[in-house]
């Protein structure tokens, strides 16, 4: 007994020692974790970024094999919790130049947009265009300016680890005055950094309508984490969409002329539209 | 007989175990050889990089994203007539997804500083001057872009026709689109934006006063850093973490490898307890057995490392021409990481033969000669 307590005593031990180890940040992140209304309010508020300029490179390819299309993007946003305004506008490769679309969002009314094609065709958007793929991708009109976060219903509904880094679950459901073709929206929000690993949106019919997956993690020019780099997919469709950004610029000035539909049918290159 | 002789028939005799052992090691120190060529290879790319364009200190205010922070071109006139400082020059280097090739370093320089002197026109020719709307290529980009003299290269909503295709000295400097510094700010919508500020010192320049003149442009500019170029690579966390990676991965790799020579040893030495026997009984002393043992261990983990370093050497040729890497950096192959290399197999296999060298040297020659 004498000899055998020490040993046990040490087990012990060493078994406190090494579940403080294993068990204490997930402890922390537990304490830290907010409620999900809480959570859901700073990543909304982070979507609302202010003015921004955006380079990305728009992949899409077929799940089938074959060339893929390659875009570059020049992005100009301006978020705030008022009014959303967004202009996609093609920069390369030389032959799709110009191609651009607009979109508008203010309060509780339903998103507006046009859309610019070469040679020099000036099209609004229809509601039902909203739910069409931007530049053949497998990203929709409307998922750019859906903010799920500010969505009525919030809940968490659990935890996962996504690329060996702990998430909550949040699950956003629109209420009465939020608009979307998504019932649901589970997003899987590494706490630390505040930002979605994973975003899967169901239909009304309980399918996957769209899962969004963060591949790269990198911090912008204000010196935020941000998902760098996104993969869209489609269940049972037959592309995978890949957005890589590779700059960005916050603070930008940008007029009310800037996010007009005429403005899409010239292509302002970052010089002048950083003023 | 010698004992070598002994060693290896030993080796010999059993050619599918001693194979597949050598298969084992070989993997292990080829990714030894891939990993850390790799780490190794990108610092040195990029002390090769600043050696060649003749930078001694670098000036940047590196918070923030992949790249330094843009900062007023302004600094630049106030770094430059501080004491020590031979010339000064402004860099707007930016990491751009360019047309669609994979992320590449696009370098705005100013014009006529000294980072311009050190490219070796390959084909066309330089720009004429600072404001000229041209471009040259490092010679990997020009591969990796598939691009000639005469072809436009887009750098965000501008056209810049490609002007001359050179040879950097370096393979930061290949892999580089180049351009004056007043074109790359316009492209970038940068006016007036640089990131980098080049200095190079008077010649005998020493580290008190280099440390001194860091100390003065923190003054200056008290957001940024200024670093002697031999200590940027050392310093930057990113190439700590891939040393500290390349490294960690390997030493599992030659953990896997130990394990592998001591089981094939062990089994050696419990297959052939009744030679043992007959040798000690012949009159070799226990010591001797044990050498045996160890030699033995010691080739099997010397042909392991050969084999390796060639498997490795392949393996980095290969890695070298991947997309992602092409034009980035150049993996180091040279003889320091080869003769680690082949010296960790050599430990390796010492370190794996001293427990069955010691059961070896255990057995009594009486029982061992009785099975």
Known sequence: MNTAFPHFRQLILQMAFFGTLVFAPQIRAQEATPNAKDLAAKLSANLQDGSALIRLKLETTPVAGGPKTTLQLQVKSRRTKAATDIIYQVLWPKERKGEAFLLHKSGDNSPTGSVFTLPDSLQPLSASQMKEGIFGSDLTYADLLENFFSWEHQALVGEEIIDRVPCQILESKPGGDDRSIYTKVRSWVDTKRMIPLKVEKYLASGQLGRQVTTTRVAKDDTDRPVPASVMVQRPGQTSVTELEGSNSKHDVTFTDSDFTAEALRKLIPATSAAK | ?371
Not at chain 2, 346 to 351: A, L, N, Q, R
Request: with cysteine; net charge neutral; aromatic share 6%.
């Open chain 2, 1 to 371: 007989m010698t004992l070598f002789t002994i060693v290896v028939r030993g080796l010999i005799r059993r050619p599918v175990r001693t194979g597949l052992t050598l298969v084992g090691i070989s993997i292990g120190i080829a990714a030894v050889i891939a990993l850390v060529g790799m780490a190794w290879g990108y610092e040195k790319s990029m002390v090769r990089h600043l050696d060649v364009m003749g930078i001694d200190v670098v000036v940047s205010n590196m918070s923030g994203g992949i790249m330094p922070k843009v900062y007023d071109a302004s600094l630049e006139e106030k770094i430059g007539k501080l004491p020590r400082v031979k010339e000064s020059t402004s860099v707007l280097m930016q990491m751009l997804s360019v047309e669609d090739a994979p992320m590449m370093m696009v370098s705005g320089r100013e014009w006529a500083g000294f980072t311009w002197s050190q490219l070796k026109v390959v084909e066309g020719r330089m720009p004429k001057d600072g404001s000229e709307n041209a471009l040259v290529l490092g010679r990997l980009a020009a591969e990796v872009l598939k691009k000639k003299v005469g072809d436009t290269v887009q750098i965000d909503a501008m056209e810049i026709p490609v002007v001359g295709i050179v040879d950097g000295n370096a393979v930061v400097e290949n892999g580089a689109i180049i351009l004056s510094l007043s074109v790359m700010q316009e492209a970038t919508g940068n006016q007036g934006k640089v990131n980098f500020i080049d200095l190079q010192l008077v010649p005998d320049t020493t580290k008190a006063q280099t440390d001194e003149l860091c100390k003065q442009i923190k003054e200056i500019f008290p957001e940024g850093r200024a670093m002697v170029a031999s200590e940027v690579v050392g310093t930057s966390q990113g190439f700590r973490i891939a040393r500290a990676m390349s490294w960690s991965t390997s030493l599992l790799a030659i953990i896997v490898g130990v394990l592998g020579v001591m089981n094939t040893m062990l089994m050696t030495v419990f297959e052939r307890t009744h030679e043992i026997g007959i040798l000690l009984a012949v009159g070799w002393k226990r010591r001797r057995i044990v050498y045996m043992v160890l030699w033995e261990s010691a080739l099997l983990g010397f042909l392991g490392g050969v084999a390796g370093v060639t498997l490795g050497a392949i393996g980095l040729k290969i890695l070298e021409t991947t997309p992602a890497i092409r034009g980035l950096l150049e993996p180091d192959l040279g003889p320091q990481l080869i003769f680690i290399s082949v010296g960790i197999a050599v430990v390796v296999g010492v370190v794996s033969g001293l427990y069955p060298a010691w059961r070896s040297s255990r057995l009594s020659p009486s029982l061992a000669m009785n099975g």
